[in-house]
């Protein structure tokens, strides 16, 4: 079963970036969508961005503009790059993907926005 490990959470200020990866240990071709989430403290699981197949892509209102997801099949790995961090973008983020034969999810990675 392929697991997945997100990795480039860390606090940063706001208006500041950050990257976030999703590195899997095997291949991600079968996963065709594939999708962050994010989790405030006291907040449900908040779905962020999607990207279906290598290019289709769709954002939650709240980031869009801000965000970009992207894959990278040949590593293995989901990207997403986050830019004019805002407070209310503190959060665990997780990365999500699907394929025919379920859903498989990561551990998350922290994201501090703060001054």
């Known amino acids: 079963q392929v697991q997945f490990v997100e990795s480039g959470g860390a606090w940063v200020q706001p208006g500041g970036s950050l990257r976030l990866s999703c590195v899997a240990s095997g291949s991600i071709a079968a996963f065709y969508t594939m999708r962050w989430y994010r989790q405030a403290p006291g907040k449900e699981r908040e779905w962020v961005a999607a990207i279906i197949r290598d290019d289709v892509t769709s954002y939650a209102d709240s980031i869009k503009g801000r965000f970009t997801i992207s894959r990278d099949n040949a590593k293995n790995t989901m990207y997403l790059q986050m830019n004019s961090l805002k407070p209310e973008d503190t959060a665990v983020y997780l990365c999500?993907?699907?394929?025919?034969?379920?859903?498989?999810w990561g551990q998350g990675t922290q994201v501090t926005v703060s001054s």
């Open positions: 999500n993907a699907e394929s025919m034969h379920g859903q498989s």
